[in-house]
């Protein structure tokens, strides 16, 4: 453990030896350690301390290109053509270039978060103090920060124990930075694992980010029955005044809630957020409401609803202020990540913030104090909700049918659309006052905007969608379970042996941003069928809002129909962005508490027996920012495999096996010490699937491991066979390279599998006790 350095300075001393003056004394960190368990070879890894385990994985997937840009435009040499094995003006290739831009992107991604960590760490010390003890589980935690004992090699106690977490987080992404300049790496290989580096980094901060604010924000602790909280416009009290939130730092917003609770107005004020901050005001307060995802920005503040609106970082539209002054919603920012060019009005007085924003002289402003911030939105909210009167831009249907009847055919607003949606069409039959084909949009819609940019005729395109379904959109009343926060240890020990020998045919964790291919249906869809199929499945972020946001036919929820614990079958929220942290922390758990694996600063072996052992897949069906890349780079790392939708090909790049190059498929077998076939287990680290379909079989697949036992791998084969004839036709035509021996095969799919396994000359395999670390089988045979 460590505390934070201390200065101070003596004016005049006088002792038996001399007397001295101005004397300045600085104290460095204080170290103690209370850790009986054995410090592995990595604490604090540098760029390159992992690079071997790096480039293992490199070499079994390699990364396939899919250059975005064919230019190179980061230096004043110019624009650099790269293609046809060209070189740039400083020598390097398109491979390395692409990779160049991958790592930039993870490092904006694991900035964002360590930033937010920084941050909300920093208030927190403010507010409770650094000796404020960790307790991220009232029962069943022991290992309470999993990422941060197995990368720095400490366990932290109290919040002070986290800073030197950060200062290590803070100087690798500077380092890898550094990396980036022109001039500086050249390999394309080495860029990659120095993605993987800033992913290991991004868990890092993210882990600290939430035990901080579980410790001291009293959010549930690795509570599996964790309350249902209200999603959907439709159960907001729109006859209240209504403040909604937006953003991912959930200091302001509890302070919102906190001032609310003080002068006693809990049913006098509705609460409402969007994206991270939205769950985690839940996680706090039990009146709070999730309205949408982050794609529901445009549609909730187009509405009228808000009466403030309070932003903070990250995943914030940079037009809400626009936005916001369309309706006459006051905007107040909180965080100088994202000031918008506002005036400071933190050492205002509050009443005089308010009275500016209630008369409309001031429409939005910068308050940097949350305290501050949360009483004058309150104070605003209640003053302008009556004057307001929900002023909405939307649009009468009257209205829409003269908007559509200037639309020019031009097509520019399909072309702008990242899912190709049919909208020219839809509002050629708006005109002639046919708005079904408007309604059938509403869905798969992801609310970026880009086709009214796009609109020669400045036709506010999202609006008449919006119109089109406008009871719909009112009504939405839908439910998501509160952030649970990390897996218990307890719930590790039940399914860890499961889990490990495929009883349990694996954890499927949907996380990221609301990019969706065809709206977020599909991700319920697919959270539902992995969980009747007994897959442990977690969500966080926008996507445990969006798998909230449909109901079966019963009416339910995925929430309401499947448990909230970390079993076969349970549906798992951890909470929001910054709670990834522990989806990566319950993989580590299993070789750690399960298989009695070092975890101390061993990230090596810890991640060889993720990869080999623990049937684990990440799906980020809508990624879109930087920071669901560095997020996926963190999985990466583990040898955990992330399968993204269509729109994860902008990422520019895979990581994809050949599972016809059979030479890249041994493992080292810790009981002989050979090297034996293993079979193409999971086949792909990183996979772009073009539909809903190609993604639930490819999942199903990539959860298979080398160390699977006959019962665990026949578990495995018989959902990936029957999601492939379900869903794509036909038996899967590479399931021979799946099956080792007649164990593996389902007993319901014998006959057929059999007579696959001959048409393509089967033979039988061993099953290894799977490494790709000589030193493990040197170590074992010791």
């Known amino acids: 453990m460590s505390r934070k350095g201390v200065n101070f300075s003596i004016r005049e001393l006088d002792s038996d030896i001399a007397r001295f003056r101005d004397i300045s004394i600085s104290i460095g960190a204080i170290h103690r350690d209370t850790w009986n368990e054995k410090i592995g070879p990595t604490p604090f ?14 070499a079994r997937y390699k990364p396939f290109y899919m250059p975005f840009c064919d230019l190179c435009c980061l230096c004043t040499y110019g624009k650099c053509d790269l293609t046809n094995h060209k070189r740039g003006a400083c020598g390097i290739t398109m491979p390395a270039q692409q990779s160049r831009i991958v790592l930039i992107a993870a490092c904006i991604g694991a900035a964002t978060h360590i930033g937010h960590s920084r941050e909300l760490l920093n208030h927190l010390i403010e507010t409770s103090g650094r000796d404020h003890p960790i307790n991220v589980g009232d029962v069943g935690v022991e290992v309470e920060a999993p990422v941060t004992r197995l990368v720095c090699g400490i366990r932290p106690k109290t919040l002070g124990d986290l800073e030197p977490v950060l200062d290590y987080c803070e100087n690798q992404v500077t380092q890898l930075l550094a990396v980036t300049h022109t001039g500086q790496e050249g390999s394309s290989l080495d860029f990659e694992s120095k993605v993987f580096h800033a992913g290991m980094i991004d868990q890092l901060g993210m882990e600290v980010a939430d035990i901080a604010q579980i410790s001291v924000l009293n959010y549930p602790r690795a509570d599996p029955e964790s309350p249902l909280a209200d999603l959907g416009l439709g159960t907001v009290d729109t006859k209240k005044p209504v403040i909604l939130v937006i953003g991912h730092n959930v200091v302001p917003s509890t302070a919102i809630i906190d001032y609310i609770r003080d002068q006693g107005l809990q049913s006098e004020v509705e609460v409402t957020g969007i994206c991270c901050t939205a769950l985690d005001i839940t996680r706090y ?14 549609r909730y503040i187009r509405s009228g609803m808000p009466d403030v609106i309070v932003i903070d970082e990250q995943c914030v539209r940079t037009d809400t202020i626009l936005e916001a002054a369309k309706v006459k919603s006051p905007l107040i920012a909180t965080n100088e990540k994202n000031c918008l060019g506002l005036p400071d009005r933190t050492r205002d007085p509050v009443d005089e913030i308010v009275k500016g924003f209630v008369d409309g002289s001031v429409p939005a402003a910068l308050i940097l104090d949350p305290e501050k911030a949360g009483e004058v939105a309150v104070m605003t909210a209640r003053s302008v909700a009556p004057k307001r009167k929900k002023h909405s831009a939307e649009i009468s249907t009257e209205d829409l049918q003269k908007l559509a009847r ?3 055919q031009c097509m520019l607003c399909r072309r702008a659309c990242p899912n190709d949606l049919p909208i020219a069409q839809a509002i050629k039959a708006a005109a002639g006052g046919n708005l ?7 869905d798969d819609c992801v ?5 009214e940019s796009a609109c020669t005729q400045k036709l506010p395109v999202h609006s008449l969608i919006l119109a089109a379904t406008d009871e719909k ?7 998501v379970r509160t952030g649970r926060g990390p897996i218990q240890d307890t719930e590790i020990r039940k399914v860890g042996g499961p889990i490990v020998l495929g009883e349990i045919p694996g954890v499927v964790a949907f996380v990221g941003c609301a990019n969706f291919p065809k709206g977020s249906r599909e991700v319920a869809e697919m959270c539902a069928e992995f969980a009747r199929r007994r897959y442990i499945v977690c969500t966080s972020g926008c996507s445990a809002i969006s798998a909230g946001m449909y109901r079966d036919e019963d009416g339910k929820t995925v929430y309401e129909q499947f448990s909230g614990a970390f079993e076969a079958g349970g549906i798992v929220n951890v909470g929001s962005c910054v709670a990834n942290a522990h989806i990566a922390g319950a993989a580590i758990k299993i070789a750690s508490i399960f298989a009695k694996r070092p975890l101390r600063g061993n990230y090596e072996e810890i991640a060889d027996y993720v990869h080999n052992r623990v049937g684990a897949v990440g799906v980020a069906w809508g990624a879109m920012s930087q920071k669901a890349a560095a997020i996926a780079a963190g999985f990466w790392r583990l040898g955990i495999p992330v399968v993204v939708g269509p729109h994860g090909t902008k990422y520019r790049r895979m990581l994809l096996g050949r599972s016809d190059r059979k030479e890249d498929w041994y493992v080292y077998d810790a009981r002989s010490g050979e090297k034996v076939y293993a079979g193409p287990a999971p086949e792909h680290l990183f996979f772009a699937a073009e539909t809903k379909e190609e993604a639930m079989v490819m999942i ?8 699977d036992t006959g019962k665990g791998r026949a578990n495995k084969l018989a959902n990936y066979i029957d999601l492939h004839k379900r869903l794509v036709g036909g038996i899967p035509p590479d399931v021979h390279l799946f099956v080792r021996n007649t164990a593996d095969v389902p007993l319901t799919m014998k006959d057929e599998v059999i007579a696959h396994l001959k048409h393509h000359d089967w033979q039988e395999q061993p099953i290894p006790d799977p490494t790709l670390l000589p030193r493990l089988v040197h170590a074992r045979k010791e």
């Not at 199903?700 to 160390?707: D, E, G, Q, S, V």
Request: glycine share 6%.
């Open 45 to 58: 890894p540098s760029l390159s301390a992992l690079r071997s385990w790096d480039h293992t994985l490199l």
């Open 285 to 298: 307060s039990p009146r709070a409401k999730v309205i949408g995802p982050i794609s529901w920005q445009l």
């Open 406 to 408: 200037k639309c020019t």
């Open 436 to 442: 079904s084909l408007l309604d059938e949009l509403y």
């Open 447 to 451: 609310g970026c905007g880009r086709c």
């Open 473 to 479: 959109t009112r009504c939405a009343s839908y439910c």
């Open 700 to 707: 199903a697949k990539l959860a298979m491991r080398p160390n």
